[in-house]
């Protein structure tokens, strides 16, 4: 298949002999007098995309449903419901399951009665001169069309319907062939999928109907070869793809498996000269698989002589890009009797009363209706292609409707307002130019920066080069995360020369705002900058930067504070990003060594004030850096030195020395009884010398020390004993002599 590109107008046109959708009860018929079958018990469910096959198994053996068929491009399987269920209630069963996007019935499809209209023998619908009876000139133009072109072998139309006979006198030279058919099926002009499921039936899609057939005829009959009939395209691909029975009665399950087999082997257009007033969400995600692949869908407006903008028909009604609605036009210009019409919803007319064309075993039949109408349309477009084969779809199908002949009778029917011109068509086809766009800066280009035409699909580089028809055309520029792309361009292309522009892409930007603490860091000055600016900003300062990263850094304080360490950020597209850094005291190191080792010993430490854990002599803390106050432990014996002032410097060890006194206490000791000191009783000091009174203070060292006391006769000393002096205290002891004559030795000594 070509690499056709996207447009994006939305609807399509259908021919004249149409496929009607209804859903039918058990027992119901459908139109013809016909029970429904199989497709009546079944459901088209359609999953979440990316449920693997695993957890749609679930939930069919949940519900207990059978699977019949699953599709390759879209998530839906077709499931069987149990015989007499109750299909709403299984439709309601499945979308309550939040791993299934909808469920839908499996509506029955068939080709529509053709209607009472008078019958007309020549092919006036390519070249009317009145021999109908009707007005010369309300033709599409073929004569005109076919000076240029009559068609190529390497466009491929595709023919959903009720098959094609492939063996027709007038059809066997431009039916496809499959390049690589399955040796099992043997599909080589195409496929039958006729079993209601969308399961493929074989490999033969020959016409038990004439519909098909008739439909095929009008877009690519054989010309010039003395035979029948001749097609729009004298020379092109019919690729047959029946999904509806003899009756003309078909599944929507079944018309999906054949869009996607013409999907999946190239075809370029599909025409579905059938419909439904019933609306299937599976059958438009196929239509929209089909507009991803680039392939143009032409389809009947529908038979019911009704406004499509007011009861919608399907596929025709489908708001899809590639979807032409077609209307169905008489040989006076004037709209048929059975045709839709919407000004909204269908795009223009073709002829399609009492067209005559092909018809199986070498036959040629009359028929009418937009079924009839469509492919005039369908060939117009692959004439189209012929001439200009890397048009997008988008580009084939604003020619289609910028070049009709417009007519009063449609100018409130239909978009374009008025009937196909192929002529007119053909006549644009051929005048073309190139179109291209040079893209500003380079590091826009290397992030992905690029354009392309509003309605195609293909984004194009920096410079790339296309051909287009001449017109005007509306260029559009790629989404960047770190860029803002350019407004839309309004480029004209001329014929034979290339039009040119030069845009540019502006880096996109965000804000940076960086927040500093503690306060106190900001009242000394704390201030951030990007690093390579010049200018320092304050806490909460806001300032708008291009997308991408940055390295934010600190201003440097005095001593007393560190500055944190740079910040990586990165700015974001429209977005503000936020930063909180702190400043950090800057600190050192302080030890204090304390003397004497007596005073280590007895307990001596040291403290920052107002903290409380203490520290030992020696020991080496961290603080921020400034001005403390040490402060000491109290000892019972001895002086605690006064507090100490000292000043931590940054990154150093201040150092201190302290030395503790002994301490001096009081010592005082009272003899009883009165009579023993009458009679000479005293007490001395660590073996001293000097004897002193009952009652007499004497200073000593804080610590211990013994009282010994000095013989009196007839009285018995008190034994030597150990007392504590404490710092700054006045000790009290009390000792009585009892009363026994004793000779002894002139002071008592302490035992041992």
């Known amino acids: 298949m070509k690499a056709h590109e996207f447009s994006q107008i939305a609807t399509t046109t259908l021919a004249l002999i149409l496929l009607t959708v209804c859903v039918l009860d058990a027992g119901a018929t459908d139109g013809l007098g016909r029970e429904s ?25 949940e519900l207990g449903t059978a699977r019949a068929h699953r599709f390759r491009r879209i998530p839906v399987d077709v499931v069987t419901v149990p015989q007499g269920a109750n299909l709403p209630e299984y439709i309601a069963a499945y979308e309550a399951r939040p791993d299934v996007a909808n469920a839908e019935p499996n509506y029955s499809i068939q080709v529509q009665s053709e209607p009472n209209d008078p019958l007309f023998d020549n092919l006036w619908g390519l070249h009317n001169t009145g021999q109908t009876g009707g007005t010369p000139g309300a033709d599409i133009g073929a004569l005109e069309a076919w000076e240029y072109a009559t068609g190529s072998g390497e466009v491929i139309v595709a023919v959903p319907d009720t098959g094609v006979d492939y063996n027709h006198e007038d059809l066997a030279e431009n039916m496809w062939e499959n390049p690589q058919p399955s040796p099992r099926l043997g599909d080589i002009h195409g496929a039958r999928w006729t079993d209601g499921d969308g399961t493929l039936t074989s490999g033969d899609p020959m016409d038990e109907n004439s519909h098909g057939t008739h439909v095929a005829g009008t877009i690519g009959a054989v010309g010039n070869n003395e035979l029948g009939v001749v097609g729009v395209n004298w020379v092109t691909q019919l690729m047959a793809l029946r999904f509806m029975d003899e009756e003309g009665m078909g599944s929507v399950s079944d018309a999906v498996a054949a869009i996607e087999y013409a999907i999946e082997h190239g075809a370029d257009i599909i025409n579905a000269s059938w419909g439904t007033e019933d609306r299937s969400d ?41 979807i032409i609605s077609v209307a169905s036009s008489t040989d006076e210009d004037a709209r048929s009797s059975f045709s ?15 067209i005559k064309s092909t018809i199986p075993g ?99 580089n920096s410079g790339e080069r296309i051909t287009l028809g001449t017109g005007e055309y509306e260029v559009e520029f790629a989404e960047l995360e770190d860029w803002v792309k350019p407004s839309p361009l309004d480029m004209d292309v001329t014929e034979d020369t290339v039009t040119s522009d030069t845009v540019e892409y502006e880096r996109a930007q965000g804000s940076l705002e960086v927040r500093v603490t503690p306060e106190g860091a900001r009242e000394d000055g704390a201030q951030w900058r990007v690093v390579g600016e010049q200018t320092w ?8 930067l291009d997308t991408g990263e940055y390295e934010v850094e600190f201003a440097e304080l005095e001593e007393e504070w560190v500055e944190p360490s740079p910040v990586s950020v990165n700015i974001v597209k429209h977005t503000v990003t936020l930063e909180t850094v702190e400043y950090e005291h800057a600190q050192g190191s302080l030890e ?25 002599s020696s020991e080496q803390i961290t603080v921020d850096i400034g001005e403390y106050e040490v402060e000491f432990a109290r000892l019972d014996y001895w002086v605690t030195p006064e507090p100490l002032s000292v000043e931590v410097q940054p990154d150093a060890v201040t ?50 020390h013994w009282i010994m006391f000095t013989p009196v006769r007839q009285w018995k000393a008190p034994e030597a004993r ?31």
Request: hydrophobic share 40%.
């Open 362 to 460: 070498n036959e040629y039949g009359y028929k009418a209706g937009t079924s009839m109408a469509a492919p005039h349309v369908s060939g117009a477009a692959a004439l189209f292609w012929s001439v200009n084969p890397e048009a997008s779809y988008g580009a084939v199908k604003d020619r289609i409707l910028e070049t009709v002949t417009p007519l009063e009778a449609w100018e409130d029917r239909v978009i374009a307002g008025g009937r196909l011109n192929a002529g007119t068509l053909l006549d644009t086809a051929i005048s073309t130019g190139e179109l291209t766009v040079t893209i500003e800066p380079e590091a826009a280009v290397e992030a992905g920066a690029q354009w392309r035409v509003v309605g195609e699909q293909t984004w194009r």
């Open 537 to 544: 900003l304050d806490s909460g300062e806001r300032i708008t």
């Open 340 to 354: 839709n019409w919407g000004k909204e919803s269908v795009h223009l007319a073709a002829p399609g009363s009492l």
């Open 37 to 61: 079958e199989g497709h009546s018990r079944q459901l088209l469910v359609r999953f979440e995309p990316g449920l693997q096959a695993a957890g749609r198994s679930m939930a069919h053996a």
């Open 282 to 322: 599976t059958l438009k995600a196929i239509l929209q698989e089909a507009a991803d692949a680039e392939v143009l869908v032409v389809a009947s407006a529908g038979n019911n002589d009704s406004d499509n903008d007011e009861t919608p028909f399907y596929p025709a009604s489908f708001d899809l890009p590639n």
């Open 655 to 704: 150092a201190e020395s302290v030395e503790y006194e002994r301490g001096v206490g009081i010592l005082e000791v009272i003899l009883e009884p009165p009579e023993a000191v009458e009679d000479g009783a005293q007490w001395t000091v660590d073996h001293g010398a000097t004897l002193h009174k009952s009652g007499e203070t004497v200073e000593v060292e804080a610590g211990e």
């Open 592 to 616: 204090v060594n304390i003397e004497p080792e007596g005073a280590r010993q007895d307990g001596a430490q040291w403290r920052v004030a107002g903290e409380a854990l203490w520290q030992d």
């Open 722 to 752: 150990r007392v504590e002096v404490l710092h700054d205290r006045v000790t009290t002891e009390h000792a009585t002599y009892q009363s026994t004559p004793v000779a002894g030795v002139p002071v008592s000594r302490p035992a041992g």
